[in-house]
């Protein structure tokens, strides 16, 4: 049963547009949530962390926002550039303990 | 100056044999972890270590043995290869096993294809 769930496989954004990408999880314990970049050939690299004690977390064009009731965070990257295509990973995790992954969703800004 | 690296990058063998993958880190972190990525993308632990003591072991056959000579190090050695273990392994270490502010760092990752 998969905790973490990206259900978009892949998207598709014009640079300088709005670039959101979705997670939802089941698992109410979960307290940290994180996003992950990965290229191809490399390990994922890590972008940005949000505390369930928080909705939401800024760090530059990166914003993720955390509704807890819905079991949902989002990534926003604003504006999108060629550079920030990639494959995107959700990740939570609870008291610390395991990290448990989204199955990504690739990024693709368009020039 | 590559803060996690792992070898080899490839690994091209023979169902039925035994291989094993090099796992180091330079950032001083005490824990680290092995992962693998399925080929339906999902990136799944396997195992975690913090100061050489194993802390997650989670339910993978026997035939996995992760062996940690020191909080820098951490090998993992596979034996009777299968076709199902065919995927990418990452390496990956964080300090005070990953809170908000010290996330995990991943190597570049092992490519596995068992023949």
């Known amino acids: 049963d998969q905790q973490v769930k990206q259900n978009s496989p892949s998207l598709s954004v014009q640079e300088g547009r709005i670039s959101i990408l979705n997670c939802d999880y089941t698992?109410?314990?979960?307290?940290?949530f994180l996003w992950y970049k990965k290229y191809p050939a490399e390990g994922p690299t890590f972008l940005i962390s949000?505390?369930?004690?928080?909705d939401k977390n800024e760090d530059g064009r990166f914003t993720v926002f955390l509704n807890k009731s819905a079991k949902h965070l989002s990534l926003h990257i604003v504006p999108s550039q060629p550079g920030d295509s990639a494959v995107y990973f959700c990740?939570?995790?609870?008291?610390?303990?395991?990290?448990?992954f989204g199955q990504g969703t690739e990024l693709s800004v368009k020039p | 100056d590559t803060a996690v690296s792992q070898t080899p990058k490839y690994l091209v063998t023979q169902m039925g044999n035994d291989k094993s993958i090099k796992c180091e880190q330079n950032?001083?972190?005490?824990?680290m972890y092995w992962y693998k990525q399925d080929s339906k993308k999902f990136l799944k632990i396997m195992f975690s270590?913090?100061?050489?003591?194993?802390?997650i072991n989670e339910t993978v056959p026997n035939r996995f043995s992760p062996k940690s000579p020191d909080k820098a190090h951490l090998n993992l050695h596979i034996n009777s290869l299968e076709l199902g273990d065919s995927a990418v392994y990452f390496c990956?270490?964080?300090?005070?096993?990953?809170?908000?502010?010290?996330?995990?760092?991943f190597g570049d990752g092992t490519r596995l294809s068992i023949l």
């Open positions: 698992n109410s314990m979960f307290d940290y």
């Open positions: 990956a270490s964080s300090q005070a096993g990953g809170t908000l502010n010290q996330p995990q760092h």
């Open positions: 950032l001083g972190h005490d824990t």
């Open positions: 270590y913090n100061n050489k003591e194993l802390i």
């Open positions: 949000i505390s369930s004690i928080k």
């Open positions: 990740a939570a995790s609870s008291h610390g303990g395991k990290l448990i």
